[in-house]
């Protein structure tokens, strides 16, 4: 089931202060349908809803079962990390109208060149260590199997650094659920597209202040698709286990 959260008629406009009682809603009338065992409720997501998924299985561990996320963050981030996003520094996410706590970022700003290095961005943001520890996604708190893939050349975020931060708190906090941390050689940001299309997509484009820029996916066309492959056999066996 795909939960959109933003741009439809009686959503927010903008992914910015999003409330979580509004998944927690769908997942209780889902856990009410006659086909779904109400004890196996898996979330999945890649990137910012991979960031997402974590949280909402953090904050509802008694209505989710596990988690699968694509290219992960281990903290939550700021709205301001979008440049389409208020210039105001907000939650990304709210909880009964309080903020989850977050990394306040400045808007993503270019230079003189056509790219941006997307990858500097958020490694500046993981410096900011007092903020990093209030934003940290309380992963112990989560009932059931995690499941991380992330691309070792990523470069539109620190996926794989974030994913090592995930396990590293989860070993530290003694978790008592089964964890992979599965990391791919050769491959960037995009191994959670269509498991059997290799797009040959390496470049992405972002809209700063009216003026179009390119950034770097990261990985390439075989890493990509190896990992994208095997990545498609590891879901199925996280979900056949449940």
């Known amino acids: 089931m795909s939960i959109p959260y933003t741009g439809k008629i009686g959503l927010p406009k ?26 196996k409720i898996v979330v999945m997501g890649a990137s910012r809803n991979a960031e997402l998924s974590l949280i909402l299985a953090s904050i509802f561990p008694n209505s ?16 301001t990390v979008l440049p389409y996003n208020s210039d105001t520094i907000k939650a990304s996410w709210t909880y009964n109208g309080n903020d989850i706590p977050y ?27 007092n903020a990093v520890k209030k934003a940290t996604i309380k992963v112990e708190n989560i009932k059931g199997s995690i499941l991380l893939f992330s691309g070792m050349n990523d470069k539109v975020w620190p996926s794989s650094t974030m994913a090592d931060m995930i396990e590293k708190r989860l070993k530290h906090k003694d978790f008592d659920y089964t964890f992979e941390n599965i990391k791919y050689q050769n491959a960037g940001h995009l191994i959670s597209t269509n498991p059997d299309s290799k797009t040959g997509i390496r470049t992405g ?34 979900l056949n286990k449940l």
């Not at 989710?64 to 709205?79: D, F, H, L």
């Not at 970022?105 to 943001?125: C, F, H, P, R, V």
């Open 64 to 79: 989710i079962s596990g988690v699968i996320a694509y290219a992960p963050s281990s903290v939550s981030w700021s709205n």
């Open 14 to 39: 903008l992914p910015e202060e999003i409330e979580l009682s509004y998944f927690k809603n769908v997942i209780d009338w889902l856990q009410q349908q006659p086909q779904v065992n109400p004890n």
């Open 205 to 238: 484009n972002i809209h700063i202040n009216g003026i179009n820029y390119k950034y770097d996916f990261g990985g390439n066309d075989e890493g990509d698709f190896k990992a994208k492959q095997d990545a498609n056999i590891k879901v199925f066996d996280f």
């Open 103 to 129: 990394i306040p970022m400045s808007k993503l700003a270019a230079d003189d060149s056509e790219t941006i290095d997307m990858l500097a961005y958020w490694q500046k943001g993981l410096g900011k260590s």
